[in-house]
């Protein structure tokens, strides 16, 4: 079940840029890692897939962030731009 009843959660764009510049074994570690700590909305746009690139991963928590979080597509930048905004210059 997505989301965890009675528990606060936070978008997974906010916990990679709280937690991103960790180091992580893969990549997709530095998103992965944190899902589960996500709110439901974000565990459903952004499934754990290790087969997926870590481009694909980051354009669609991009695009939900857009979407669902009301970020405006004009201050949201392009995917580089995004990695950098929550990895900062340790990003991958």
Known sequence: MAGRPGKLTSNLSYLC???????CEKDLDKVFGLWALASGCCQEAIPVDYSSTYEEVLGKLLAHDVAAHGIPAENAGDLDAFKRQLFGRYGP
Do not use: A, P, R
């Not at 840029?17 to 180091?23: A, D, I, P, S």
């Open 17 to 23: 840029w709280l937690h991103g510049k960790g180091e």
